[in-house]
């Protein structure tokens, strides 16, 4: 059976119009595509011909229809069909959103590892001395500089292993990041740390170490020119953490790659507070730099950590001394 790729359901145009306009913020939207085709493939089954017949009733029916056994599944395609109906209501189609059910609660919240400065050091000289091994070539630097990335930049290990030679610009320190997880593409500056790590990898490049110089070609790639699959970086990365003795607090998960992310983000943070600066304020630039949408998906990456704690709290007494001066004076 030839699989279907429009709307045939009365509400058809509405949701392409949705998905056209939450495409245009530049989010992919795809996997909300597929959502709302079941609730369009719903709609049709049920013969529902007009919005005055979509209840609240129908769409409890429609999730129900759809068993989803954790909750952020379950969650994700409420919300997802939550968003179609708020668009309809600010454009005056229907009076108010037909979706009452309430989402379900969480039992599991993942609280992330993050990584310090001297547990990343730790990654970083065991990764280097991973041996060639299957059709990684110079196997210890490439993970090296992978992970380099990783943590440095706080790229998804997605959009570093769909770098290509001509991602890297070393004369003005950038990296392009192509094709990201909401559809656009960014520049991502980094120091000259990192640009000397590149430097040294696309010499290697040029050499014909891994194969091809071509431009177009993965910068991190396998034998032959293809580039390293994401799930093979996550799975050298697990491999790796027994081995780096990690000291984990209790109520704190066991580390995975995307955490090197989180402790991106939190570094940053508390840089901004040692610097002075202030961090609320930055957080778009902060935003920016992840490829975010806007700060809100930034929050998430925030964890609190002892050394934010400390440093907040020496900003709070700064601040209160201060205030405590300028009432007596």
């Not at 110079?138 to 997605?158: E, H, K, M, P």
């Not at 177009?216 to 580039?227: I, K």
Request: glycine content about 8%; overall charge positive; hydrophobic content about 40%.
């Amino acid at each position: 059976m030839k699989a279907r790729h429009g709307f045939d359901s009365f509400l058809g145009p509405d949701i392409e119009h949705f998905l056209t306009h939450k495409r245009s913020a530049g989010r992919r939207y795809e996997v909300e595509a597929k959502t709302l085709r079941l609730l369009d493939d719903f709609l049709l089954e049920r013969g529902v011909l007009a919005l005055e017949e979509v209840t609240p009733a129908l769409i409890d029916e429609f999730l129900a229809s759809r068993p989803r056994s954790r909750p952020r599944s379950y969650n994700h395609l409420r919300c997802t069909v939550g968003r179609l109906f708020a668009y309809l209501v600010s454009h005056g189609k229907v009076p108010r959103t037909p979706l009452q059910s309430p989402p379900r609660r969480s039992r599991y919240q993942r609280t992330p590892f993050i990584f310090d400065q001297a547990a990343a050091r730790r990654l970083l000289a065991t990764a280097r001395s991973l041996t060639d091994r299957g059709g990684t070539i110079d196997r210890g630097n490439t993970y090296y500089v992978i992970f380099a990335i990783l943590y440095g930049l706080g790229l998804r290990v997605g959009e570093v292993c769909r770098l290509c030679v001509k991602d890297v610009d070393l004369e003005r320190r950038l990296l392009v990041v192509r094709e990201t997880k909401f559809y656009k593409s960014r520049l991502v500056p980094f120091g000259p740390k990192l640009g000397a790590l590149l430097l040294q990898h696309l010499a290697r490049c040029k050499m014909g170490l891994y194969g091809s110089a071509n431009p177009e070609t993965a910068l991190f790639r396998l034998r032959g020119g293809r580039g390293i699959n994401p799930g093979t970086v996550s799975l050298t990365f697990h491999h790796l953490v027994p081995s780096l003795r990690l000291t984990i607090p209790p109520g704190i998960s066991s580390p995975r790659l995307h955490d090197l992310r989180h402790a991106c983000a939190v570094g940053t943070l508390a840089r901004w507070y040692r610097d002075g600066g202030d961090p609320q304020a930055r957080l778009h630039i902060l935003a920016t730099f992840l490829g975010h949408v806007d700060i809100s998906s930034t929050a998430v990456y925030l964890t609190t950590t002892p050394e934010l704690l400390e440093l907040a709290n020496q900003r709070f007494e700064a601040f209160a001394a201060a205030t405590l001066r300028e009432g007596l004076a």
